[in-house]
């Protein structure tokens, strides 16, 4: 069987590269690990049918780091707060300098405004925000509104568990669907990648249906995700960077009801150290229960009071960078990431401050992401008391989003993301460095510019 061209992973890079390669007359095979995903009323069947590993993706060093992922069609455009913050352009011009003029801050930079463009970017309506929202731009007057991937959100709270009314520009929505009626593109779910040989054709080995199948192509593109496709590239793995992040829960007199509005509705750079972002986020009661740092009958006050609580998150851009190796295999990754001291300081500041607007904005008693004693604020003068200096690693209660780097481009893959003969990769593993930014429009606008350089030939 044969096509010319195969792409593995339908998330931001996959489905846009497919998609644009159908449209310009290539036949197209997009395989997905899994299958479509479903609006679901409890947020942990979501977590269960659409994350990877059931959500239970974890980092392992001196730090305990669960790191989500999507495992659906969309990838993790699926299951994400739509968040879309274009790529620092310091860190185009640095790419550029790296690569010797083989990358072009310019040329990029008009992919990025075309992905904003097709993805419908544009600020959180004021109507959608949620009352978590409202309350951290009283306490903070730098905040303001998110840009997001959305087309006439009505607020419904459940972005990252697969959006109940479809308005979320994943890019199953964006690039997939308005192919749905070309000939040209073929989309096959539940489909494992096995395995390549490269040349000409490139050999692609897979599993459909019980059955191991053989395919040829003239290009293939792994985008797998960056915890996935280092496994079939040569030199990959290592350069992983990560969004480690936290969120602050804080209980108010009036009620709150988080639910309602968009969770990452608002956000805030930190004054003093641009390495620290702060945005919102909502946690369903199902799932808080389980991560707040609680336990008892403290942990059950908190929840019988969970509609006056609200949540907001903060990120780092980190400084150091992990691992990713495959002793069982693709499907169960062993990440290694070991936090510096300099980011646990940051995540005790970013913890401070987020504590500091929510009591500006009125909270009664706020709880901080630490697993120790005396993680419960009650007043605005415990904040005296806490020193973020204090924080061990693995007292942090925390997560981490959007992994990139295992491919680096310039390091792994060549500046056209080419990985071998007739193979490239265009996912978040090409990202070079730690974003400290939302990086879905980042990975859209590799993903095109991929699409235009193998439409004009694809020469290295």
Known sequence: MNFDVVVVGSGAGGACVAARMAESGSKVLLIEKG????????????VAGYYSDAGFTTAFGNVLLPIPTGRTVGGTTTINSATCLSTPPAMLKRWEGESGGRFSAKEFSTYIEEARSILKVKPAPERTLSVSSRLIMMGNHAAAPLERCED??????????????????????????????????ELWTETAFISFEEGKPVRVKIRRMGETLTLECGTLVIAAGTLASPY????????????????????????????????????????????????????????????????????????ERYDHVATFGFMIRDSMRGSVSYPAGPARPFIRYDMSEHDVRRMGAGMKRVAE?????????????????????????????????????????MMAFHPLGTCGMGRVVDHNLRAAEGVYVCDGSVVPESLGVNPQITIYAFALRLAAHLSAGGAS
């Open 35 to 46: 299958g479509r995903a479903r609006p679901q009323a409890d947020a942990m069947a979501a």
């Open 152 to 185: 006439g959100c009505s607020g419904e709270g459940r972005c990252c568990f697969v959006c109940p009314s479809d308005t979320k520009m994943t890019s199953e929505k964006a690039f997939l669907n308005p192919q749905a009626s070309n000939p040209n593109l």
């Open 232 to 303: 079939f590239i040569r030199g990959a793995g290592k350069g992983l960077s990560v969004h480690p992040a936290a969120k602050i829960f804080a209980e108010f007199d009036e009620p709150v009801r988080g639910w309602e509005g968009v969770p990452q509705g608002v956000g805030f750079e930190d004054s003093a150290d641009e390495s620290i972002r702060y945005e919102g986020v909502y946690t369903p009661p199902e799932l808080a229960a389980m991560t707040m740092p609680l336990e008892g009958s403290q942990l059950r006050e908190w929840m």
């Open 357 to 397: 607007v929510f009591f500006a904005a009125g909270a009664k008693r706020v709880v901080i992401p630490l697993n120790r004693p005396g993680n419960v604020l009650e007043s605005k003068g415990d904040l005296g008391t806490f020193d973020p200096d204090s924080i061990k690693p693995l007292e942090l209660q």
